[in-house]
């Protein structure tokens, strides 16, 4: 209950981002890129990580039709809260969402008061700015490359990456 989007930035650097970045930046290295570009493209891939995952923990929330979905409720079981989580702990001044995420044994009507909480509060939204400046920071980042055919693929795959509903 005391983590930090920093916690939660350190943990996604170490899972998602870390894996995408590798993968393009071998992806770039073993096609023949110098040295420069593949360290670019793993950049790319960072950040690129990082907003996937954002975007991720947000549908898990928002995705299906009662905006519950089981790897939200399970992850949120756990004790392991994303970032829509974090934000909204952030605004539970009155300590409600935090005597809730507390309760040992949580129940559909409990799962249900989170995320709406999590929502009321603003959680969504902030996560949505958050993945936004990450996917602006890649599509920056690909405005570098040099004009090939893969930058234009990318940039369409970035998109959609902002824009997908599941």
Same mark, same amino acid.
């Given at each position: 209950?005391?983590?930090?989007?920093?916690?939660?930035?350190?943990?996604?650097?170490?899972?998602?981002?870390?894996?995408?970045?590798?993968?393009?930046?071998?992806?770039?290295?073993?096609?023949?890129?110098?040295?420069?570009?593949?360290?670019?493209?793993?950049?790319?891939?960072?950040?690129?990580?990082?907003?996937?995952?954002?975007?991720?923990?947000?549908? &898990?929330?928002?995705? &299906?039709?009662?905006?519950?979905?089981?790897?939200?409720?399970?992850?949120?079981?756990?004790?392991?809260?994303?970032?829509?989580?974090?934000?909204?702990?952030?605004?539970?001044?009155?300590?409600?969402?935090? &005597?809730?995420?507390?309760?040992?044994?949580?129940?559909?009507? &409990?799962?249900?008061?989170?995320?709406?909480?999590?929502?009321?509060?603003?959680?969504?939204?902030?996560?949505?700015?958050?993945?936004?400046?990450?996917?602006?920071?890649?599509?920056?980042?690909?405005?570098?490359?040099?004009?090939?055919?893969?930058?234009?693929?990318?940039?369409?795959?970035?998109?959609?990456?902002?824009?997908?509903?599941?």
């Amino acid at each position: 209950l005391n983590t930090s989007y920093k916690k939660y930035l350190k943990v996604i650097s170490g899972k998602t981002a870390a894996l995408i970045s590798l993968a393009c930046y071998i992806w770039a290295y073993e096609s023949g890129s110098d040295e420069k570009t593949s360290k670019l493209l793993g950049k790319i891939g960072y950040y690129l990580g990082v907003a996937f995952q954002i975007k991720d923990d947000i549908l &898990d929330i928002t995705e &299906d039709d009662k905006g519950l979905k089981k790897t939200s409720q399970i992850d949120i079981l756990n004790g392991y809260y994303t970032i829509p989580v974090i934000f909204a702990l952030q605004k539970d001044e009155a300590g409600v969402l935090k &005597d809730l995420l507390k309760k040992e044994e949580k129940t559909k009507e &409990d799962v249900d008061l989170i995320f709406n909480f999590i929502k009321e509060h603003k959680g969504i939204e902030k996560s949505e700015a958050i993945a936004t400046r990450h996917t602006n920071k890649v599509l920056n980042l690909i405005s570098q490359l040099d004009n090939i055919e893969e930058k234009a693929i990318l940039e369409k795959l970035v998109e959609n990456l902002l824009y997908r509903k599941n």
